[in-house]
């Protein structure tokens, strides 16, 4: 960790590591058995798992509640079962939102011949044990090229997916020398994490996994000059 003016580094080489062969998976916050009291969260955000999943490997049938779950796929087919009836391949471009509530139980596999790399991000909901319920949208790359694309929102502003949390969640892909200038309202906090690829933030490198955080009301400048994707969370 590194804190380099109005923001704050972490580097993806110091987050959490869990290999089970069929399943490489880094994470940037406590999850499962790696527990760090310093490490369980940013705000409302809870869980950013940075995820490989082998050719028709996956995750079996499990139950979760009370958390907002967003899946962001990077490459390959992610299968989504769940109790409530859903059965949909997830591929490059596709993004879902499933709100547990009161409980869920779903799976995720991967049904390609190859990895499926995706982000698996949990945050916290406003409200408990909410009906359950899934969304699910596609937005090609061209819509998020060196913009910042809204894909969660608490009121679906902009075609945004309806997240039942005080966040707000967006997404670019930043291309060959172009830049963006990035500021969040004044009180509340920001945490940009790299999915792909390399970026400046004010000037200060970051590689694939990397991730700032930063407060409210600060002006960053994102710059590339070759090729970087990256989300980013407005949180309360």
């Known amino acids: 960790m590194k804190t380099s003016g109005t923001f704050t580094i972490h580097r993806a080489k110091d987050r959490l590591h869990s290999n089970l062969g069929w399943l490489d998976s880094w994470h940037s916050f406590s999850f499962g058995r790696h527990y760090d009291p310093d490490r369980m969260g940013y705000r409302g955000l809870r869980v950013v798992n940075d995820d490989r999943v082998e050719a028709q490997k996956g995750f079996g049938t499990h139950p979760h509640d009370n958390m907002e779950i967003f899946s ?116 509340r906090f920001g945490w940009l994490h790299l999915a792909t690829g390399s970026i400046e933030v004010d000037g200060e490198p970051l590689t694939s996994g990397d991730a700032i955080e930063f407060n409210g009301g600060s002006k960053i400048t994102v710059t590339t000059k070759d090729q970087g994707e990256f989300l980013l969370f407005d949180l309360a």
């Open 72 to 187: 962001y796929v990077l490459d390959g087919d992610l299968v989504h079962r769940d109790s409530m009836g859903n059965d949909h391949h997830l591929r490059r471009g596709d993004m879902q939102l499933m709100s547990a509530g009161s409980g869920i139980t779903h799976s995720e596999f991967n049904g390609a011949d190859t990895v499926t790399h995706f982000l698996q991000i949990w945050i916290e909901p406003a409200q408990m044990n909410l009906v359950p319920s899934y969304q699910e949208k596609r937005i090609e790359d061209s819509a998020k090229l060196n913009v910042l694309r809204l894909m969660l929102d608490p009121g679906g502003k902009d075609g945004a997916l309806t997240i039942h949390a005080d966040a707000r969640v967006y997404a670019s892909i930043l291309h060959h020398g172009n830049s963006l200038e990035l500021q969040i309202p004044e009180g």
